[in-house]
């Protein structure tokens, strides 16, 4: 899930800085500092989405920088449990399918890609082996987070599922939905 946090921090401004306006070399040292930044308390940090308020700087004697008491906001992405994503297949291996959900990737395991039996061909698909369903590279998905984390917070890991109903391959979803098998529009895969 995207969320907005608020964020209280001392802001380090280097003396190369001193030329710009304060809110823009503020801006600039808060991406420098938090672009990019993992945590399990933030998620994954996406970019600045305010600076709301800079109190008056000090300069700490031997620095030479001023340091500035600051409240912005920061655009993060945390991933929930049994949140329901949406993802682009980046690769697929022998044991299952990567998914991009922009910032981050996560990994469905190939039991977890559809209610069937599932093959890994060379050309880097899964297929089902009665619904003759394909799953390959830069298919666009829906899936469920079941497994989250944090072990290692430079590189947190997810793993997914598409074997509920309304997951799955987004051309399944449709297919499934316009089936005349399925007067109500229920989709299940």
């Given amino acids: 899930m995207f969320y907005r946090t608020e964020i209280k921090d001392y802001i380090r401004v280097p003396p190369n800085l001193f030329d710009l306006p304060l809110e823009e070399a503020i801006t600039q040292r ?28 000090i300069i700490i004697p031997g620095d030479g920088a001023s340091y500035y008491h600051a409240k912005f906001r920061l655009l993060t992405f945390k991933p929930e449990l049994q949140e329901v994503v949406l993802g682009k297949i980046r690769d697929i291996a022998d044991f299952g399918a990567f998914i991009s959900m ?3 990737e996560g990994m469905i395991h190939i039991s977890q890609t559809m209610d069937d039996f599932v ?6 698909t899964l297929a089902g082996k009665e619904s003759h369903k394909v799953l390959k ?13 944090y072990k290692d917070v430079t590189n ?3 793993g997914l599922t598409m074997r509920q109903p309304n997951l799955g391959k987004i051309e399944w979803l449709e297919e499934a939905k316009d089936s005349p098998q399925n007067p109500q529009g229920e989709v299940r895969t």
């Fill in 137 to 149: 590279v830069n298919d666009l998905c829906r899936a469920r987070i079941i497994a989250l984390s």
């Fill in 30 to 57: 808060i991406k420098n500092k938090y672009d990019g930044y993992i945590s399990q308390e933030l998620g994954i940090v996406i970019d600045v989405s305010s600076v709301d308020e800079i109190r008056e700087g």
């Fill in 102 to 104: 922009g910032p981050i």
């Fill in 156 to 158: 947190p890991k997810l």
């Fill in 119 to 124: 093959s890994f061909s060379k050309e880097k």
